[in-house]
């Protein structure tokens, strides 16, 4: 009698433990298995339905945690209630990626992890009203980890799964004349309805007396022995509430005589009806507006316009996998529905803006034509520097620009002659600076310029010296310049020395001995700039009044063009010469002989003695109008 008792309730453990992994994947996810409240607690253990919902309104880009769902659970649900670019993502308590993980979209299929499968679905964009989902029945075996990634805003995610509200403890009962696995403490009475949803009134289909209850007291008679049958109890909720979904019929083993709920096992597992399915909720679904996505911004940057596909659309048929059935019907049966707006504004980011960054450059060359050059960038409206390609080419502002310095000095320049003279007293020496300038006022060589090398050193007289002997050395005077290339000098005196006696005597009397230098060239500090002029040019008249001029330049120590001199020491360009008045010198012996003395002076024949003779007067005449001409024109012939 005892080994018979621990054989059953070894069996009556075994088989509950896997009914109760049973009942956890048929649960329906809208709430847990309903059992008579009047009887004592049911058989099998409670579950407790969890839902939530996630929505925001802006995130930052990135995976966001939405929910953490425990090891247990069951019959789990998550589903995107809202369309959108955002995707659904799982992962393990360790970090182990499921679906979606580091920024890898996986395609919609079924995933196996945690002790379960995962059913990933990504319904077509334009013919789905809601988004993604992510189903399992359970139990999982670890922590699940529930992420969005956020890509659009107002992202909207519900889900939804079921928890066991204690672990079962099954302990063996007490023997007795009847061994129920459960005991029951109350009957339905035949005509009675189970407050369930769409739950139909009992009926008993098929019955017969379970083979292991045999009577354990052979003064028990079969007339008391129970008898156990498969009764309908319900169905469950349909899938859909429109678009002709499906729903099961729920069975339920009973004692037939009490019609009390028992254990699945204590009815024969040949005689329990196979599941049926039925079509429920056979109308058609309101039509809707099925809205597509966004086009692209017409513009990378300001604003621009996108487009959507807008479509009335209408469910005629939900399948059991969740997928749908639908059909394009007329706009007119959406008109009860504000159709969605199918074109739109849209600015991706302010455009960026060109910058001038500098000023323009002083010109590449000092005289004559040359570029100058400025900074140019383009610019975001946060202040960072882009590419170039960032901004409207056609916009850009000019980065180089030609510049004109004006005709470049051809000629010989020389700075002013040196205030000081380089002797204190007696004959000494004034300086002054000759330079050739051409083109881009470069320092040529001096045989560059046409003409000879003006010159740069001149004698200066200080006054008389006291006379001497022999040559005496005074100590070196100060630089003749004050800036730039000078000379500084010193004295020296001819003394007559006598057994000691200094008696300076004249100079010539000293002129037979080597006579000690007297200069030398000194530079106290560059000039910085100072004026050039160039030699006057012939007078234009040789007498009542002519004019002559120069080229006068503002030069730096480098010999380019500067504008720093002081104007108010600028020097004089131009001059007047010959002021005196003509005066007509009367020689009897010379006369023209022939009336066309001006033929012979246009033709500059006066260079010759015989023109010059029959021709007198003319030639006198024009050799004192133009006497360089005449004097030039005479040597060179």
């Not at 009556?12 to 433990?17: K, N, S």
């Not at 009887?39 to 995976?63: D, Q, W």
């Not at 403890?169 to 459960?182: A, F, G, H, M």
Request: proline share 8%; glycine share 6%; charged share 20%.
């Amino acid at each position: 009698m005892a080994g018979s008792w621990q054989q059953l309730s070894s069996l009556r453990l075994g088989r509950a433990l896997a009914l109760l992994h049973f009942i956890c994947l048929l649960y329906p996810p809208s709430g847990a298995l309903l059992w008579d409240t009047k009887a004592s607690p049911p058989p099998l253990e409670r579950f407790e339905v969890v839902k939530g919902n996630f929505s925001r309104t802006f995130l930052r880009v990135g995976y966001h945690k939405i929910a953490e769902i425990p090891a247990g659970a069951c019959n789990i649900s998550i589903q995107e209630t809202i369309k959108s670019r955002n995707y659904l993502a799982l992962q393990t308590q360790s970090g182990v990626s499921i679906i979606n993980g580091n920024w890898v979209i996986d395609r919609p299929g079924i995933f196996t992890a945690v002790g379960t499968q995962f059913t990933y679905r990504r319904p077509n964009e334009i013919r789905s009203r809601i988004g993604e989902s992510i189903t399992a029945p359970g139990p999982l075996t670890g922590d699940l980890h529930v992420y969005l990634i956020y890509q659009q805003p107002s992202p909207s995610v519900s889900y939804e799964y079921s928890l066991p509200l204690q672990n079962p403890t099954l302990e063996p009962d007490p023997p007795s004349d009847i061994l129920p696995l459960v005991e029951t403490g109350g009957t339905s009475s035949p005509g009675e309805e189970v407050q369930q949803a769409d739950v139909t009134n009992n009926h008993i289909v098929k019955e017969k007396p379970h083979p292991d209850q045999l009577p354990l007291d052979p003064n028990v008679t079969s007339d008391r022995l129970p008898t156990y049958t498969w009764m309908k109890i319900g169905r469950t909720e349909c899938s859909t509430t429109c678009g002709t979904g499906r729903r099961q019929v729920l069975w339920e083993c009973v004692e037939k005589d009490s019609q009390t709920a028992v254990t699945a096992d204590l009815c024969d597992p040949a005689l329990e009806p196979a599941n049926q399915e039925e079509d429920c909720n056979t109308q058609s679904c309101p039509a809707y507006w099925d809205v597509g996505e966004w086009s692209e911004c017409s513009r990378r940057c300001g604003p621009g316009i996108q487009h959507r596909q807008v479509i009335c659309r209408q469910v005629t048929h939900i399948h059991a996998n969740k997928t749908e059935t639908s059909v394009t019907v007329a706009k007119e049966l959406c008109g009860s529905f504000e159709r969605p707006v199918t074109k739109s504004t849209c600015q991706l980011k302010i455009c960026s803006q060109w910058e001038i960054r500098s000023e323009w450059s002083p010109c590449s060359v000092p005289c004559g034509v040359g570029q100058r050059s400025r900074e140019v960038v383009c610019v975001s409206n946060q202040g960072e520097v882009e590419p170039d390609e960032e901004c409207n080419m056609n916009l850009k502002p000019d980065t180089l620009q030609n510049c004109d310095m004006g005709a470049c000095a051809r000629s010989w320049f020389t700075s002013l002659w040196s205030q000081r003279c380089s002797a204190e007293c007696g004959l000494g020496n004034r300086t002054r600076t000759a330079v050739c300038l051409i083109d881009h006022v470069t320092d040529l060589p001096l045989d560059s310029c046409e003409g000879e090398r003006p010159q740069e050193v001149t004698s200066c007289d200080s006054g008389p010296c006291q006379n001497r002997l022999e040559w005496y050395t005074g100590p070196w005077g100060q630089c003749s310049a004050e800036c730039g290339n000078g000379t500084q000098t010193r004295s020296v005196a001819c003394i007559l020395n006598n057994n000691g006696h200094m008696e300076v005597v004249d100079l010539l009397k000293c002129s037979s001995l080597p006579q000690p230098i007297t200069a030398k060239p000194c530079r106290l500090k560059p000039c910085g700039v100072q004026w050039y002029v160039t030699e006057w040019s012939t007078c234009s008249r040789s007498c009542n009044g002519g004019y002559r001029v120069r080229e006068v330049h503002c030069l730096a120590d480098n010999i380019s063009p500067s504008d720093h001199c002081d104007p108010s020491l600028t020097p004089e360009n131009r001059e007047e010469c010959n002021t005196q008045p003509c005066v007509a010198e009367i020689n009897p012996l010379c006369s023209d002989q022939y009336h066309n003395c001006m033929v012979v002076v246009q033709a500059r024949l006066c260079v010759y003695p015989y023109y010059r003779s029959v021709c007198c007067v003319s030639c006198s005449h024009a050799q004192k109008t133009y006497p360089s001409s005449f004097q030039k024109n005479h040597i060179r012939r």
